[in-house]
């Protein structure tokens, strides 16, 4: 009976450790959004919680972790490849962009349930960019906010190898 409720428990430290690591990393390297960190923290980690109903192994969190990765490199490459095409053509360019977003949330129905999470991601980071930069057009010279989405992604994917042994933890215990 105080079993479940321990691993319960100790999902919802580490759940709560890797949000709040998640964020402290964000404000001490002095990052413009760190909400950004805090939220792929939160989806990363939480999703497959959702989906397992409990604590996940630890091959789903990396499983979903890389698939945040290619799904936001891609949403960022077609952001960059519509706005360098339509750049003089903002209607055109929201309309590109949803039409991608329609595709990928097409192809997302027809692949594997484990791999759709790339296509539907790569769909609206490419929306989050485009309508971002129809907000504030000077970014476009700079890049930020493509930068930021992914980097903000990278980096907090990046630490989780020294998190590993916290979540290694789990095979151990139910091996033996």
């Given amino acids: 009976m105080l079993q479940p409720l321990f691993f319960h428990w100790r999902f919802a430290f580490k759940l709560t450790f890797a949000i709040l690591l998640a964020l402290v990393l964000g404000f001490h390297f002095q990052l413009q959004t760190p909400r950004w960190s805090v939220l792929t923290a939160a989806i990363v980690t939480a999703g497959p919680a959702f989906a397992a109903g409990g604590e996940p192994f630890a091959g789903a969190i990396r499983h979903r972790g890389l698939l945040r990765i290619i799904g936001t490199f891609i949403g960022c490459l ?3 490849v519509i706005i360098i095409l339509t750049i003089r053509a903002p209607v055109v360019m929201l309309l590109l962009s949803c039409i991608w977003a329609g595709l990928c949330v097409w192809i997302s129905s027809l692949v594997k ?4 999470y790339a296509f539907g991601l790569a769909g609206y980071t490419t929306l989050i960019i485009i309508v971002g930069i129809q907000s504030f057009p000077q ?4 890049g930020t906010r493509k930068r930021d989405r992914f980097g903000h992604c990278v980096r907090h994917l990046g630490r989780y190898p020294l ?14």
């Fill in 78 to 80: 077609d952001a960059l």
């Fill in 113 to 116: 349930v484990e791999n759709s």
């Fill in 139 to 142: 970014m476009v010279s700079r």
């Fill in 163 to 176: 998190l590993a042994p916290f979540h290694q933890a789990r095979y151990r215990s139910r091996a033996g």
